[in-house]
C-alpha cells in the first residue's frame, strides 16, 4: 500500500485522510435521540463517496498525475461543500420544513458532525499545501 518512497508528509496525509473518514461514523444529528434516534455521517455517504474515491485515489497512487491532484483538489473542496449541504439538507428537516433550513441544522448538530467538520477544514487546509507543492 505504501510506497518506499512515501515520505513522512505523504504517511501523514494518508492518515489523516483515513481518520477524516472514519469520523464519518459519528452521530451527527438528532431531534430527539430516544424518539428518533441518531444520524450518522454515514448515512450521507452517498454524497461524500465520490470526493473520498477521488482523494484516496490520489493518496495511494503515484503522484506523477497532475490531473488527479487537481481533481482531488476539487475533491476535498466538495467536501466543504457537501458538510454545509448536510448541515441544512438531513432528511428529517427537509421532510418537516421542506427545505434547506440552516439554522435547524444548527441547532441539531451533535458534537460529532463539528468534529468532523473541524477534521475536513483542517484537510482541506492541510491539502492546500500539498497541491501547490505538487504543482509548482
Same mark, same amino acid.
Given at each position: 500500500m505504501l510506497s518506499r518512497k512515501?515520505?513522512?508528509w505523504d504517511i501523514f496525509l494518508r492518515i489523516?485522510?483515513? !481518520?477524516?473518514?472514519f469520523s464519518l461514523f459519528l452521530?451527527?444529528?438528532t431531534y430527539h435521540a430516544p424518539v428518533m434516534g441518531y444520524r450518522f455521517g454515514f448515512t450521507f455517504i452517498q454524497l461524500f463517496a465520490i470526493p473520498l474515491l477521488v482523494i484516496g485515489v490520489y493518496l495511494f497512487m503515484p503522484k506523477k498525475n497532475n490531473a488527479?491532484? !487537481?481533481a482531488a483538489e476539487f475533491s476535498v473542496t466538495a467536501n466543504?461543500? !457537501?458538510l454545509v449541504a448536510v448541515l441544512g439538507l438531513w432528511q428529517e428537516i427537509c421532510n418537516i420544513k421542506r427545505g434547506f433550513q440552516l439554522l435547524d441544522g444548527l441547532h441539531t448538530a451533535l458534537p460529532g458532525f463539528w468534529f468532523s467538520a473541524l477534521l475536513f477544514i483542517l484537510f482541506f487546509l492541510i491539502f492546500q499545501g500539498e497541491f501547490w507543492k505538487r504543482l509548482v
Open positions: 512515501s515520505t513522512r489523516f485522510f483515513i !481518520v477524516c473518514t452521530p451527527w444529528f488527479l491532484l !487537481v466543504l461543500a !457537501v
